[in-house]
């Protein structure tokens, strides 16, 4: 799945917002051992910078959230009203 795309197609003031959300996925989430070190560092690294909500952030972000917990992503997306977004992801589960 192209995540870059995806963020592409999130608008810039419902960034913050979706990064919000999604960090709070990924910290919830009893699935880290799924988190792969590589993606892990490069989201510490963003959110030490302070630039989570940024192309490279989210990218990382929802690549994360999907690994960990794709369900609740996809539902994260729809009550964000990124149904688009939401659909991409949930065809790509399903293909996999």
């Known amino acids: 799945m ?3 795309k995806l963020v592409e197609a999130i ?3 419902k960034r913050r917002m979706v990064s919000d959300r999604l960090v709070d996925i990924i910290l919830t989430s009893k699935n880290d051992e799924k ?3 590589q993606l892990a560092n490069a989201i510490l690294s963003h959110w030490q910078k302070d630039i989570l909500s940024t192309q490279d952030g ?3 972000l929802l690549e994360a959230a999907v690994i960990l917990e794709p369900e609740k992503t996809v539902t994260a997306l729809t009550e964000l009203q990124l149904t688009g977004i939401a659909e991409q992801v949930k ?3 399903v293909k996999v």
């Open 2 to 4: 192209e995540y870059d």
């Open 11 to 13: 608008a810039v003031e």
């Open 35 to 37: 988190m792969p070190s």
């Open 58 to 60: 989210l990218t990382a």
């Open 91 to 93: 065809g790509a589960l």
